[in-house]
């Protein structure tokens, strides 16, 4: 039976055409940052983002390691949402390795505002309690549906920030997503923040690669600590040709993910009105709320009739439409998972 995977956008496997780019590419040693294809990829990525330097690193925990290493000192804390993948899903790295605590707000969809934020930023309250030094914002936000900022609150937040003397750090794992759906330019973005990780390999389609974005001294300190980590690789020009590939064809194509995870969505609220709401899908990312059903178990018989979701909470699960899933393939799993849930 063939099987519509719709666990994640990073299932992907790299098209012909991206091979082929893949096997052309000049490279050399990226750790003497000797490869051209490299070099050329970090310029063009960091301009998109109007920042000075790029980091072309294998994973976007990688790189979201490096981004806040690099404006968080060791004892200090970053401020985040409870459901951020810098929390959830990069195995406390942050604390593991640089000693960097947390604390979090609580969001029903990733976001905050500049209010909420308010209460919550201590930068300097003596010896007595942990000193805040960054925030951290998700956009779109992987585990609230991929849920794009709104422009007005991300643009406060960033500025009530700076004023705090904070520092910034952006996990645009998806940023392409949320550029795709608001049409809001990449630059816009990257200038609210300090440092900035993108990521390749989720629904640009490549088959590896993140990229970190900030200041060059900024750049050329994480290069150093990436090294370190045991990050540095070599003629890594053949995954930086992919990625290029991606940028060049794989943009705007996100809307036709985002019109198939609607339509997911429309087929679950048909069946099961109440289980997800099509209005809140913006992106690639569709969180279904499975009722009384476990869901574990709902997964299970979904797999049964070739369709493949994943488990993101008791009674959640998720869906993320891709590069190698079509419209079709994904009203029908919409409709299977709806007639499940209204059963
Ligand atoms: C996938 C993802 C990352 C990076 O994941 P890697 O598997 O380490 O590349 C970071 N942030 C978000 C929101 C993600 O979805």
């Known amino acids: 039976m063939s099987v519509v995977d719709l666990r994640s956008d990073t299932l992907t496997r790299p098209t012909e055409a991206m091979r082929r780019a893949m096997l052309d590419a000049p ?133 009530l920030a700076a004023s705090a003397g904070l520092g910034r750090h952006l996990d645009g794992a998806r940023i392409w997503n949320a550029h795709v759906a608001t049409g809001v330019p990449l630059q816009q973005y990257g200038r609210l923040f300090d440092t900035v990780s993108v990521c390749f390999s989720k629904g640009l389609g490549a088959p590896v690669g993140s990229m970190l974005l900030a200041d060059r001294e900024t750049i050329d300190r994480a290069r150093v600590q990436r090294k370190r980590l045991g990050g540095g690789w070599r003629q890594a020009g053949l995954l930086a040709a992919a990625a290029s590939h991606a940028l060049d064809h794989h943009v705007e194509r996100l809307a036709d993910d985002h019109a198939a995870a609607r339509a997911l969505a429309e087929q679950v609220a048909l069946a099961a009105p109440g289980a997800c709401d099509p209005e809140r899908v913006e992106t690639n990312i569709v969180v279904v709320d499975t009722g009384a059903r476990a869901a574990g178990e709902v997964v299970a018989e979904l797999a049964g009739q070739g369709f493949s979701f994943s488990v993101v909470g008791a009674h959640a699960v998720r869906a993320v439409t891709h590069l190698d899933v079509d419209l079709e393939q994904c009203r029908a799993a919409g409709g299977a998972l709806g007639e499940l849930l209204s059963a």
């Open 27 to 159: 490279v050399g040693d990226d750790v003497y940052a000797e490869d051209e294809t490299v070099n050329a990829l970090e310029a063009r990525v960091a301009e998109l983002f109007g920042h000075e330097a790029g980091l072309f690193c294998t994973t976007g925990s990688l790189t979201n390691l490096l981004g806040i290493w690099a404006l968080v000192r060791p004892g200090d804390e970053v401020l985040c949402d409870a459901q951020a993948h810098i929390v959830r899903a990069e195995l406390g790295a942050h604390a593991a390795l640089h000693g960097i605590t947390t604390r979090t707000w609580t969001s029903s969809d990733g976001t905050t505002t500049a209010d909420q934020l308010a209460g919550l930023i201590a930068p300097d309250n003596g010896p007595f309690l942990v000193r805040t030094t960054a925030i951290e914002v998700e956009n779109t936000h992987n585990f609230g549906g991929g849920t794009v900022w709104n422009w007005d609150d991300l643009a406060a937040v960033s500025e």
